[in-house]
């Protein structure tokens, strides 16, 4: 299974096509739709979420509301891009270019964004090639096809939910989703401005964010995805590529700005004994193999243990900053304090469901490494078998 996606954050559209999705499984373009809403929220985001209203195009691999197993192409619409087709056309510029076109060319690249290295390694000197591509507005398609994912693992019984932990130094009691299922995680997350479980850290977050775009600043923060009813044994030891948590790490670094990833207690692990940190195991007939502790965070040896999926990635903050940081023109190379138009503040809650998808599009993908997947019902009773072996070993 994968996926490509391509568009411009200004062009015309985003697409993504999706390759390996088993077929005989029912597509809902409202999940679809209800994925792209969630990512667009969240407090901290800027006005151009205000212009975006993503809805989903299903233009091939689906008929009748199931998949065909031929490659599912997904397209969403810049709703921007009406005022941008002059600047974003794929027509040569050349012979009409007026003194107004070349001022918009960009020469001031942002520190902290692709501007200046993407510039450096494609020879563009107008830095809006790069970040046309660099921008997460590309995102868009990343959660439409992790939806897909999310849709196929659904009907193994496996669930995925993002929410987040920490904004601005701000920290939720984390101790709140062990007592939750998945979907009373998602509704509680949904009510919060920022996404978050705590509601008396959400109010603190929320005030943070206001005070960050207030001070002309930015924010990032940390969330948390956590993956149940994944059968053991989904990965591998074996191969290093083939290590579940090695691609839960690459999944969740592939995100636009996170530059951590931790399972489980995660770096807290470097303080404590090993008493403390791994999992005594556990059996019953009923539930087969478990662990006392989730501390490891769902898996051992690069494989699934049958306990939940805990990973967590940290989002820096936004590098567009109203109140910028010195930085040089690449035309002049005079030092200058760029000025902005617009940008989003805080995007940590619109993140956690980036990471959501993300995640489950990883999963889903191990998980069909793993067990041969035609169609859905021959997927279905491989992972039942799994399930039903692991119990009785
Ligand atoms: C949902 C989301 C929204 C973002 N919004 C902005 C934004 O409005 N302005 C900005 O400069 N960066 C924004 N970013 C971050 C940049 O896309 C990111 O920093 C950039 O692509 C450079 O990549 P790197 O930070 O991974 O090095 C956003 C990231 C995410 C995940
Ligand atoms: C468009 C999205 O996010 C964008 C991500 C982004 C960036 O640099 O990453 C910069 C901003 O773009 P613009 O300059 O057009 O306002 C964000 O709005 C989106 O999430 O859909």
Redesign the pocket.
């Known amino acids: 299974m994968r996926y490509l996606t391509a568009g411009e ?2 062009g015309p559209q985003l697409t993504t096509i999706i390759e390996g999705i088993p077929s005989q499984l029912s597509i809902s373009t409202e999940k679809l739709n209800d994925s792209l809403r969630r ?2 929220g969240g407090h901290g ?5 205000q212009i ?1 209203k ?1 809805l989903i195009a299903i233009t091939s691999g689906v008929r009748h509301g199931k998949s065909l197993g031929s490659p599912i192409c997904l397209q969403v619409t810049n709703d ?1 891009w009406t005022h941008w087709t002059h600047i974003m056309g794929s027509e040569p510029l050349e012979e009409g270019m007026t003194e107004e076109d070349i001022k918009r060319k960009i020469s001031r690249p942002r520190p902290g ?1 692709a501007d200046l290295v993407g510039g450096i390694k494609y020879q563009h000197r107008d830095l809006r090639n790069v ?1 046309e591509r ?4 590309e ?2 398609v990343r959660v439409a096809a992790g939806s897909i994912a999310k849709q196929l693992l659904e009907q193994l019984d496996i669930h995925v939910v993002g929410y987040v932990t920490t904004i601005g130094g701000i920290h939720a009691d984390r101790s709140i989703p062990e007592i939750l299922t998945a979907q009373e995680i998602a509704d509680r997350a949904n009510d919060s401005a920022v996404y978050c479980l705590d509601e008396e850290a959400s109010g603190e977050m929320v005030t943070a964010i206001d005070a960050a775009k207030k001070a002309g600043d930015t924010i990032g923060g940390v969330v948390e995805v956590r993956v149940t009813g994944l059968p053991p044994g989904v990965g591998s030891y074996v191969h290093y590529d083939r290590k579940l948590d090695a691609r839960l790490a690459f999944a969740m670094m592939s995100i ?2 996170f530059k951590g990833v931790e399972l489980g207690l995660g770096f807290e692990m470097a303080n404590l004994p090993g008493s403390q940190v791994h999992d005594q195991i556990r059996y019953s007939e009923s539930e087969g193999y478990t662990r006392e502790t989730n501390r490891l965070g769902g898996t051992e040896g690069g494989m699934s243990t049958g306990m939940p999926i805990v990973v967590r990635g940290v989002m820096k903050p ?3 900053l109203y109140k910028p940081l010195e930085s040089v023109d690449i035309e002049t190379k005079e030092v200058f304090k760029a000025s902005i ?4 503040a805080c ?1 940590v809650p ?1 993140a956690s469901v980036v990471a959501e998808h993300v995640i489950a599009w990883e999963v889903a993908q191990v998980l069909l490494d793993t067990f041969p997947a035609d169609h859905l019902q021959q997927l279905k009773e491989s992972v039942e078998a799994r399930r039903t072996e692991a119990k009785e070993f």
């Open positions: 954050s200004h990512r667009q985001r800027g006005r151009r979420m975006e993503d921007d964004h970040l660099s921008s997460a507005r995102t868009t636009n700005a936004i590098p567009t138009e617009r940008s989003d995007a619109a």
